[in-house]
């Protein structure tokens, strides 16, 4: 079955960088799209952008740009959301998502990343 | 950037129908699709494409899009419906996707 499993919570100060993981199983990682999603504590869902897991190539979403980057490892099936520069307002939770296959819903998410900026 | 609105909430009595709406413009030139999120949990997709249910959503959840409205609709609704829900399309214009910012239902 297909599962995206995260890696656990984080808590930084400001200023300094996270990296998320995503590590992906059940399906072909490259035939499928992954998208990040941010959630701010008691706020809706955000979408930050998306990976191409066949080329590496990432798309940012208005407001995700220069701070965040989305990477990928392919030979363990896993992608990477990395925010540097953190800043209390980066405190959420990050969601990886599968594109849905021939659609540009999500189908599949992982369970979470709670991501806490605080001095 | 391409804006969804959505109620912020909606209020249903068990074995009812519960609708919720997602206003964009022109929104139903566009693919539609629907999340429902419980308190602590990952969302979960249960329409997409507008109406097509993925497998293991129940029948009672059924989609619609037209002009510039689309909804979703519970038929029968249960107390384990109880959830957050977010309507989403795919912007080409601006080649991003974009959520709406969320209906509460509450089974009273």
């Known amino acids: 079955q297909v599962q995206l499993v995260q890696s656990g919570s984080e808590s930084k100060k400001p200023g300094a960088s996270v990296k998320v993981s995503c590590k992906a199983s059940g399906y072909i990682f490259t035939s499928y799209a992954m998208n990040w999603v941010r959630q701010a504590p008691g706020q809706g869902l955000e979408w930050m952008g998306w990976?191409?897991?066949?080329?590496?190539?990432?798309t940012y979403a208005q407001g995700f740009t220069g701070r965040f980057v989305f990477s990928l490892d392919t030979s363990v099936r896993t992608a990477y959301l990395q925010i540097s520069s953190l800043k209390a307002e980066d405190t959420a939770v990050y969601y990886c998502?599968?594109?849905?296959?021939?659609?540009?819903?999500?189908?599949?998410w992982g369970q979470g990343t709670l991501v806490t900026v605080s001095s | 950037s391409y804006v969804l609105t959505q109620p912020p909430s909606v209020s249903v009595a068990p074995g009812q129908t519960a609708r919720m709406t997602c206003g964009g413009n022109k929104i139903g030139s566009k693919s539609v699709h629907w999340y429902q999120q419980k308190p602590g949990q990952a969302p979960v997709l249960v329409v997409y494409?507008?109406?097509d249910r993925p497998s293991g959503i129940p029948e009672r959840f059924s989609g619609s899009n037209s002009g510039n409205t689309a909804t979703l609709t519970i038929s029968r609704v249960e107390a384990g419906d109880e959830a957050d829900y977010y309507c989403?399309?795919?912007?080409?214009?601006?080649?991003?996707?974009?959520f709406g910012g969320g209906t509460k239902l509450t089974v009273l």
């Open positions: 998502a599968r594109r849905n296959s021939g659609s540009y819903s999500i189908d599949y």
């Open positions: 990976i191409n897991t066949n080329t590496g190539n990432p």
């Open positions: 494409d507008d109406s």
């Open positions: 989403q399309v795919w912007d080409s214009s601006s080649v991003l996707k974009v």
